[in-house]
């Protein structure tokens, strides 16, 4: 994250009930391979890193992300640590990117690692590992 925005600072480690990791966008920049979003899924759960970043920071990941045309920013309800419910924003895929693509090593290794990282469960890892396989 640090790299993309310089203003990047750590807030927390998150959940999103009722969702799930999930791979519904293909990338020519990682090799035509699937890259991240989140969808619904009752009973599942994502994890993740809430950061606090500058308008101008949010600004350069709406252009990265391609907010608009692949992904769409939007407001979801997270869980904190200690239980504690935040409004943070998120990308998740645009409407029309149903499919669900195999991802790249590499990425799935980036992903990975920052999971690791930031200690996020070690069930969720586990989750992360077996879509490597």
């Given amino acids: ?25 293909i990338s020519k920049k990682r090799g035509n391979k699937g890259v991240a979003s989140i969808k619904e899924l009752k009973g599942s ?9 500058s308008n101008n920071d949010l600004m ?25 419910k935040k409004l943070v924003w998120t990308y998740i895929a645009n409407s029309g990117h149903e499919e669900n693509y195999k991802p790249g090593n590499e990425y799935l290794n980036l992903i990975l690692s ?13 989750k992360i590992k077996k879509g490597m396989s």
């Fill in 60 to 84: 350069k990941l709406d252009r990265f992300e391609a907010n608009g045309l692949r992904y769409l920013r939007k407001k979801v309800f997270v869980k904190l640590k200690g239980n504690i």
């Fill in 45 to 53: 759960a994502v994890e993740g890193v809430v950061y606090r970043i």
């Fill in 114 to 126: 920052g999971a690791e990282q930031h200690k996020l469960s070690k069930n969720y890892i586990n």
């Fill in 1 to 25: 994250m640090k790299k993309r925005c310089l203003s990047a600072e750590v807030v927390s480690k998150a959940k999103k009930h009722n969702y799930e990791l999930c791979f519904p966008i």
